[in-house]
């Protein structure tokens, strides 16, 4: 099989199952910069929607894919950044749809429904999992750091704007973190805003993968419930679940050829996410996966140098490396 470029997984995901990614934007393009992004810090945020990506490629890759079988849930238009930047996503939609029938979803931020263009674009997708990490634009500002022309009251206006004239599944998630987006009155007007959205249901999450900010604090699961009970009292014809995972058990899917070649690897020098999706020949969501059960198992650390993140050998796996 040619080397992927655009394509990646199936992932495992408890909300989609098995999961095949789509990724229509070059890594950290996005109209945001949000504290608790798995793939890091956003250098800089963008507006301009172009196409990033060659359709014609993308659509190649998948072609290549879907005849090698296996088992597929959901194609799912996410990947490095924000997916609706690329001007193309409004034919590649129902392109997509000629190939398959496996149903098509779309993870964004929602910032750039605020144009008619984009909600266009995807009015023949099937779900669509926008995002609404606050209820203040105080928070907007701390916790999504947006493009500077963005703001909460037209993230709200948008989404809500494309959910009344939908004809499939919006829902929609929202990210949590510690001492931030979690007090009674945040929530409260988080609430409210959900209201305007009329979303088919609510799905909270919490930091459970290495975040781009230290800043960006898991709730534990007992903070997650109360928000969860909290916001169900208020929406109340409208779900609230919760996605984010506590277990700790590793996917089904998981690799382990692939896990401890990782951790190899660490043993013998720290490395970035992109240096460990380099050398692997692996998307970074896909290393992320491992590197988040790795962190999880204390095998690995995190080290910051200035704003790159390193992934180093614990001292008890490799005592040698820690002198």
């Known amino acids: 099989m040619t080397e992927r470029h655009y394509i990646f997984g199936p992932v495992p995901s408890r909300r989609l199952g098995f999961s095949l990614g789509v990724d229509l934007v070059p890594?950290?393009?996005?109209?945001?910069?949000?504290?608790?992004?798995?793939?890091?810090?956003?250098?800089?945020?963008?507006?301009?929607?172009?196409?990033?990506?060659?359709?014609?490629?993308?659509?190649?890759?998948?072609?290549?894919?879907l005849r090698e079988g296996g088992?597929?849930?959901w194609i799912t238009l996410s990947g490095s950044g924000e997916p609706t930047l690329n001007l193309k996503i409004g034919e590649l939609i129902p392109e997509i749809k000629k190939?398959?029938?496996?149903?098509?979803?779309?993870?964004?931020?929602g910032t750039l429904l605020i144009y008619p263009e984009v909600r266009e674009a995807l009015r023949e997708i099937d779900l669509v999992v926008p995002s609404l990490d606050a209820g203040s634009e105080e928070n907007f500002r701390r916790v999504n750091r947006p493009y500077p022309e963005l703001s909460l009251k037209?993230?709200?206006?948008?989404?809500?704007?494309?959910?009344?004239g939908f004809s499939?599944?919006?829902?929609?998630?929202?990210?949590?973190?510690k001492?931030?987006?979690?007090?009674?009155?945040?929530?409260?007007?988080?609430?409210?805003?959900?209201?305007?959205?009329?979303?088919?249901?609510?799905?909270?999450?919490?930091?459970?993968?290495p975040p781009a900010d230290a800043e960006a604090r898991a709730l534990d699961h007992d903070q997650l419930r109360a928000a969860q009970k909290f916001l169900q009292s208020q929406l109340v014809s409208i779900p609230v679940e919760i996605v984010a995972g506590f277990s700790g058990k590793r996917d089904k899917v998981m690799n382990e050829d692939i896990r401890m070649a990782?951790?190899?690897?660490?043993?013998?020098?720290?490395?970035?996410?992109?240096?460990?999706?380099a050398t692997f020949g692996l998307h970074r969501n896909e290393v992320i996966k491992y590197l988040g059960h790795l962190l999880e198992e204390k095998k690995i650390k995190e080290r910051l140098?200035?704003?790159?993140?390193?992934?180093?050998?614990?001292a008890e796996e490799n005592p040698g490396l820690w002198g």
């Open 27 to 65: 890594y950290k393009t996005c109209t945001q910069d949000c504290l608790y992004c798995q793939l890091g810090p956003t250098d800089k945020t963008t507006l301009e929607r172009k196409e990033y990506v060659p359709i014609v490629e993308v659509l190649a890759e998948l072609r290549e894919v």
């Open 71 to 73: 088992r597929i849930d």
């Open 99 to 109: 190939l398959t029938k496996i149903p098509v979803a779309i993870l964004t931020n």
């Open 154 to 164: 037209k993230l709200v206006r948008g989404t809500a704007d494309f959910a009344a």
């Open 168 to 177: 499939g599944q919006v829902w929609l998630e929202v990210m949590l973190l």
């Open 179 to 209: 001492d931030i987006n979690d007090s009674g009155d945040e929530l409260e007007q988080i609430a409210r805003r959900i209201k305007t959205i009329r979303p088919e249901n609510v799905q909270l999450n919490t930091v459970v993968r």
């Open 262 to 277: 990782i951790l190899t690897y660490l043993k013998r020098r720290p490395a970035t996410l992109g240096d460990l999706s």
């Open 305 to 314: 140098s200035g704003r790159e993140k390193y992934f180093v050998c614990s």
